[in-house]
């Protein structure tokens, strides 16, 4: 039986518009058409539009498509482009359809409540919903959605959120899934930096990394990383599987460090992996699996 819930009657009303279908959206977009929804895709890549529709979501190019929206879910990329949202008349100024927005993006708490005060003015509540759990997360419905912002705005689209994944109360505003998603991509982004380095020092004291993955794995050394990365990380770059992109690794740890540096916390290691991911990025590795940072000529 599938783990996905069904739109009920009581949904019929709700128009989902969905902004951005890259690695993560499409899947979070494919299984909320799946349970019934009525979603509606946009994004500007025409590959990714084309991806959407084989699997019959209705897409656009331009959140112009998207005025009888009832519902918003926002997977942009920077806090510029969310911000730029609230400049869309069809989405805030000419749709009075729209009741809620929910930002999925990892923009960090101060762009998330910026965009919650400002859209609070044309009458829509702001779900803040961190998401974590990758790729494999997003297509099986189980990611673990960070929220912040108040119960009663939550349980009205319950329904929906459900068909993403579990959901975990951060606090009440916005801003409070972003901040506990960044001391998760904080914990993160280091603990895959750690796993590399394992990987490389397994393979300098001649060992098979595989081998060492599988017999350290279960012992006090264990993690989500070691588990889920290692193993793609000890088999060459070609052989591996992909989950989630070098980028985004790449754009997390200079967003944690900006924050750090306003709130005067010290990051040490953090910026070490801040600087590793920087170079992947220069190498010309962005589009990579963020398993790469093993490859790195350190």
């Known amino acids: 039986m599938s783990r996905f819930l069904s739109a009920t009657a009581a949904d019929d009303d709700v128009r989902i518009g969905f902004i951005g279908i890259g690695a993560m959206g499409l899947p979070m ?11 509606t895709a946009v994004d500007p890549s025409e590959k990714q539009r084309e991806l959407a529709a084989a699997l019959g979501i209705a897409t656009a190019s331009s959140v112009s498509a998207l005025s009888e929206s009832t519902l918003l879910i926002i997977m942009v990329a920077s806090p510029s482009q969310l911000l730029g949202l609230l400049d869309e008349s069809s989405l805030f100024g000419d749709a009075p359809r729209l009741r809620t927005a929910v930002v999925t993006s990892t923009v960090g708490p101060t762009a998330v ?10 009458g829509v509540d702001v779900i803040d919903l961190a998401v974590t759990g990758g790729v494999a997360g997003a297509a099986n419905g189980t990611l673990t959605l ?9 349980e009205r689209v319950r329904s929906v959120l459900e068909n993403l994944g579990r959901i975990t109360v951060c606090g009440q505003n916005p801003g409070d899934g972003q901040a506990v998603k960044l001391v998760n991509n904080l914990l993160a982004a280091v603990n895959l930096a750690a796993v590399a380095e394992a990987i490389r020092f397994a393979k300098g004291m001649g060992l098979d990394p595989k081998n060492v993955v599988n017999l350290v794995r279960n012992g006090a050394a264990a993690s989500w990383m070691l588990s889920e990365r290692g193993p793609r990380m000890a088999v060459p770059r070609e052989e591996r599987d992909f989950d989630t992109f070098a980028a985004i690794f790449a754009k ?6 900006e924050v750090a540096t306003e709130q005067r916390t010290s990051v040490p290691l953090l910026d070490v992996v801040k600087s590793q991911f920087a170079e992947v990025v220069t190498l010309g590795w962005a589009s990579e699996d963020d398993s790469c940072i093993v490859d790195l000529p350190l």
């Open 252 to 257: 997390d740890t200079a967003l944690i460090a």
């Open 113 to 122: 409540r910026q965009f919650a005060e400002r859209a609070a003015g044309y």
């Open 29 to 39: 977009a494919r299984n909320l058409h799946a349970a019934g929804f009525h979603v």
């Open 146 to 154: 960070l929220t912040g912002a108040p119960t009663p705005t939550i």
